[in-house]
C-alpha cells in the first residue's frame, strides 16, 4: 500500500490502515474498520450487510488472488464521507497481473466504516 496523495485530510491514517489491511488479505483486520451492521459494495455485485459476511466475502475473494497492492493518489473528506482513489494492481494464482483504477466512498459512524463501497472493475481477475 503506498499513498502518493500530495494533501493529507483527517482520516488519512484511516486510509492507509484500512488499504494495509486489505493488501495484507488479512480479512479479519480489514473487519476491525468495521461497524456490526456494516453496508458493503464491490463493483456490480449484490451489497452485503454485516461485519462477519463482510468478512467472509473478504476472505474468499483474497482466496482467489495471490497478492494485490494499492496506491492511493487522492484522498477527500467531507462531513461523514470519506473517499480515496487510486490503483490497484492484483497478482493472479497464476502470477500474471492485472492492473485497474478505483475509488472508494466510506461512510464513517462513530470512527468505525458503516457504509464501505468500492467502485472497481475486477472482471478481468
Given at each position: 500500500?503506498?499513498i502518493s496523495a500530495k494533501e493529507t485530510t483527517p482520516h488519512?491514517?484511516?486510509?492507509?490502515?484500512?488499504?494495509?489491511?486489505?493488501?495484507?488479505?488479512?480479512?479479519?483486520?480489514?473487519?476491525?474498520?468495521?461497524?456490526?451492521?456494516?453496508?458493503?459494495?464491490?463493483?456490480?455485485?449484490?451489497?452485503?450487510?454485516?461485519r462477519k459476511a463482510v468478512e467472509v466475502a473478504n476472505a474468499?475473494?483474497?482466496?482467489?488472488?495471490?497478492?494485490?497492492?494499492?496506491?492511493?493518489?487522492?484522498?477527500?473528506?467531507?462531513?461523514?464521507?470519506?473517499?480515496?482513489?487510486?490503483?490497484?494492481?492484483?497478482?493472479?494464482?497464476?502470477?500474471?497481473?492485472?492492473?485497474?483504477?478505483?475509488?472508494?466512498?466510506?461512510?464513517?459512524?462513530?470512527?468505525?466504516?458503516?457504509?464501505?463501497?468500492?467502485?472497481?472493475?475486477?472482471?478481468?481477475?
Open positions: 500500500m503506498q488519512t491514517a484511516l486510509i492507509e490502515g484500512l488499504y494495509s489491511a486489505v493488501d495484507a488479505m488479512n480479512a479479519e483486520a480489514v473487519a476491525s474498520f468495521l461497524t456490526d451492521d456494516v453496508t458493503f459494495r464491490l463493483g456490480n455485485f449484490d451489497a452485503i450487510t454485516g474468499s475473494f483474497f482466496a482467489t488472488i495471490r497478492a494485490m497492492g494499492h496506491t492511493i493518489t487522492g484522498i477527500w473528506t467531507s462531513g461523514d464521507a470519506v473517499f480515496c482513489e487510486g490503483e490497484v494492481h492484483y497478482t493472479r494464482t497464476d502470477q500474471s497481473e492485472h492492473k485497474v483504477p478505483f475509488a472508494t466512498r466510506l461512510g464513517l459512524r462513530d470512527d468505525k466504516i458503516a457504509t464501505y463501497n468500492v467502485y472497481a472493475d475486477i472482471s478481468g481477475l
